[in-house]
């Protein structure tokens, strides 16, 4: 898929050829609006919104990761809904609730590496983390979403939240350090080589992404 | 662990991401050697990120690709679509220029009619003439050489009509109020209908224009339809649905059609009913002297009277005729203009009244004229008549009797008679 060509083709007016995009991009932009929404519902219409109106606007597009751009857009969506939620609070739903289970991603469901077991783990892990997520404020859920969970590097970051690379930096370290301390609550949950205990420390320096 | 200050746990987060310089890495490396909080703390930021990092990607719910409709696409107009709806706008403009033009016609046409009262040049339809001034002269003077002198004699000493009428109550002692009352309202009635309202705007036209607005109006409708129907089709956005709204609108426009088309036909027929009423006082000067003609029921009556010029106009009553009325009235009208549509206006003109109003005649009466002498060379006095005037036209009055009533004419003494069957305003003419 040649991306240049289809935004050009895109910014014509040829919807066909931004379908394409958006078919690249919707798991990456669903998943950023999830983990910031913390909710389903929420993030598909914030995915939705984000692709029309980058439609819409796709002729102020010049140039740069197109990805960025996107992303940049979806964390706009998703603070307009917080802070609609924020005008008007709503009873948060339960992390397992039967929706919750309901929509449970197919590609999930069909993974044939993973035991009934690991997968039933492995969900109550994912429960744990969202739990955790939302309890952390807006900005700093949003950028450990992007740098963890998206893998977005620091001036990627900082340019979708538009946020300086410094705050990104401090906001980055103190939402792990929170994530952590919410983490360790649900310590049975977490995968043995994940616990604190007991981990050999050889693996440390070898760990280190220099 | 909490102890680690700020700047220690932002250190160990950028060293994780690798993003500190190599001389601050190797310091900070050989610091958590030796630091257990700040190991610990390491530990911790390490294994949070490493949890985050294997969090599955889910896929999207659904697909997100986008519609036409969402893209706010719309379907291309028409290329005849502007030209059908420039084409209903102006048709409507027009439409409602040409309905206040004849809107404001009876309020100039009244002023005329203050002026100078008179039968008027639309003659038998009165909605023929088409941007023609309010009448206020004869053609016929134009036409008729040796015309009879006109009766406009000293009308200021003549009595008006409701002085007429109070006279007569006064005299008569019988409750005659309710009939004073009614010839009064009868009078004016009568006095309204022959003057003509002269629409500017011929009402035909109006309707063209109302039908032109709807016809184009329909066909840009039914042309974008069409085309965002294939449209649609084409790009697989869903057949197009007329929604309740539209629906609506297209109920609320067919009522406005249907009032407009009602608003102009009402207009073209009742005007001269429904917009004008003169009254006595203002038509100067309609009527010299009423009067009264005599009669005794049962028997035959026969009544005469003469004019100005000598000139005696004679009716007969047979005793079947009269029905249930109780009074009935001889008017001189003077000053009156020849109908469009004949040749020679002997400019004799007089209206018959009834009381009650709804009095009618049961069976012909015979009318008399005489015309003198002067008719000689502007008309054929073989083929002299009476018009009557119906409410909107001039008609033979021999048509008021069915079948219709033969005129006999004795050119030898100036004289034609035709039985005629209705109440009304005559005048004899040369068709």
């Known amino acids: ?100 289970e309901e929509m449970e991603s197919p590609r999930w469901l069909a993974d044939p590496s993973m035991s009934p077991e690991q997968k039933f783990e492995a969900d109550e892990l994912e429960h744990a983390i969202k739990h955790c997520l939302d309890a952390l404020p807006p900005d700093f859920r949003t950028v450990v979403v992007l740098a963890d969970i998206q893998g977005l590097d620091y001036t990627e970051v900082a340019s979708a939240a538009r946020v300086p690379l410094g705050t990104i930096k401090s906001r980055l370290a103190r939402a792990r350090m929170r994530l952590r301390q919410c983490l360790q609550g649900f310590k049975e949950l977490l995968p043995s080589a994940f616990r604190l205990e007991g981990e050999p420390r050889s693996e440390l320096i070898e760990e280190n992404p220099l | 662990m909490n102890q680690v200050s700020p700047r220690d746990l932002e250190q160990v987060s950028a060293y994780l991401d690798g993003q500190l310089s190599q001389a601050d890495s190797t310091r900070l490396e050989s610091r958590i050697q030796s630091d257990p909080e700040l190991r610990s703390v390491y530990e911790g ?93 004869a053609p016929a003077e134009a036409t008729s050489a040796p015309k009879l002198a006109p009766q406009t004699n ?35 009635r009568s ?53 309740s709204r539209d629906l609506l609108l297209m109920a609320l426009a067919v009522a406005v059609v249907v009032l407009l088309t ?14 004008v009423t003169l009254s006595v006082d203002n038509v100067n000067p309609p009527i010299t002297t009423a009067q009264q003609i005599p009669f005794t029921p049962g028997v035959d009556n026969y009544f005469s009277a003469a004019d100005g010029q000598g000139l005696v106009t004679s009716i007969e009553f047979p005793a079947s005729a009269l029905g249930e009325a109780t009074a009935l009235y001889y008017i001189p009208v003077l000053d009156t203009v020849a109908p469009d549509q004949v040749t020679y ?50 008609l033979d009055a021999a048509a008021t009797c069915a079948p219709v009533s033969a005129y006999s004419r004795l050119p030898e003494i100036n004289q034609v008679s035709v039985p005629v069957c209705q109440f009304g305003t005559f005048l004899l003419v040369a068709p």
């Open chain 2, 45 to 137: 930021l390490r294994q949070s990120r490493a949890i985050l990092r294997k969090l599955p990607q889910r896929r999207a719910p659904r697909n997100f690709r986008l519609t036409p409709k969402m893209a706010g696409i719309k379907p291309p107009l028409p290329r005849v679509f502007p030209f059908f709806r420039l084409a209903s706008a102006l048709a409507a403009i027009l439409f409602f220029l040409g309905y206040g033009l004849n809107l404001s016609a009876p309020l100039a046409a009244s002023t005329a009619a203050a002026t100078s009262f008179s039968y008027g040049t639309g003659g038998g339809d009165p909605m023929a003439v088409e941007m023609a001034p309010a009448p206020t002269e």
């Open chain 1, 1 to 100: 898929m040649d991306e240049a060509a289809l935004i050009l083709d895109a910014q014509r007016g040829d919807l066909d050829s931004f379908n394409r995009l958006v078919l690249a991009y919707q798991d990456t932009l669903y998943n950023t609006a999830l983990r910031i929404l913390g909710d389903e519902g929420l993030a598909a219409d914030a995915t939705q919104d984000t692709f029309i109106s980058a439609f819409r606007n796709i002729t102020a597009y010049r140039g740069g990761s197109f990805k960025g751009w996107l992303m940049r857009s979806v964390i706009n969506a998703c603070y307009d809904e917080l802070r609609r939620q924020k005008r008007r609070p709503s009873v948060p739903l339960e992390p397992t609730n039967d929706e919750d």
């Open chain 2, 262 to 275: 009602v608003a102009v036909y009402w207009m073209s027929t009742g005007f001269s009913s429904q917009f």
């Open chain 2, 191 to 243: 006095l309204a209908a022959p003057q003509p309202i002269v629409l500017p705007i011929h009402p035909l036209w109006l309707f063209g224009l109302l039908g032109l607005a709807v016809v184009s109006g329909a066909g840009a409708f039914l042309v974008r339809v069409r085309t965002e129907q294939s449209w649609s089709k084409a790009n697989a956005a869903g057949p197009v649905r007329l929604g």
């Open chain 2, 345 to 394: 206006f002997a400019e004799h003109a007089f209206t018959l009244l009834a009381s009650p109003k709804s009095a009618q005649l049961q069976a012909p009466i015979t009318i008399w004229v005489d015309y003198g002498e002067n008719i000689g060379s502007a008309a054929d006095e073989n083929k002299l008549a009476l018009y009557w005037w119906s409410g909107n036209e001039w």
């Open chain 2, 154 to 188: 000293d009308l200021a000493a003549t009595p008006t009509i409701e002085e007429v009428m109070t006279f007569q109550v006064s005299e008569t002692e019988e409750p005659l109020q309710t009939d004073a009352a009614n010839f009064d309202a009868y009078a004016n």
